[in-house]
């Protein structure tokens, strides 16, 4: 059932890109784009990992959708201007990209496969020695708050630096713009 769930995401979430880049107008890429940040903060939730899809949700649903708004809104039009001559190279190198990205996880374990290395090694050692190590009997905060510390602490300091930097965007737009009223 897992795996439909999955696939169902994938596969929602392959339209959604599509349709990011068919869209002209930037209003609507902007609210899709934000749709599919929350579809990837989904799928960071189906596959456990909790920590990365708080982040999704609070930097690429919330923030950067509120920036990109902010930024349209110091546009004259919301429509994407037509290409002269369209190139099909950016494609190809998407396509490329890809097949190298794919190529590149052919030889991972299995999604879920017990005899994956990290299931081997890391997993159960932070089940055996984390509570009498760190104190916290919860494996899963003694992990994200000693363990993985450095990690969560700049996951932490990308979202706070993200915030200020889209308040100091709006602040400074909405302070030209006042000064272009009030001539």
Known sequence: MIELVDMLLL?????????????RNLFAAVMVAGFFSLLSAGMFLVLDAVDVAFTEAAVGVGISTVLMLGTLLLLTTHEEKTPVRRSRWPFVVVLLTGAALVYGTLDMPHYGDPDAPIHQHVAPRYLQVSPSEIGVPNVVTSVLASYRGYDTLGEVTVIFTAGVGVLLLIGGSLRRRIGRDSE
């Open 11 to 23: 596969a929602f979430m392959a339209v959604v890109a599509v349709t990011i880049a068919w869209l």
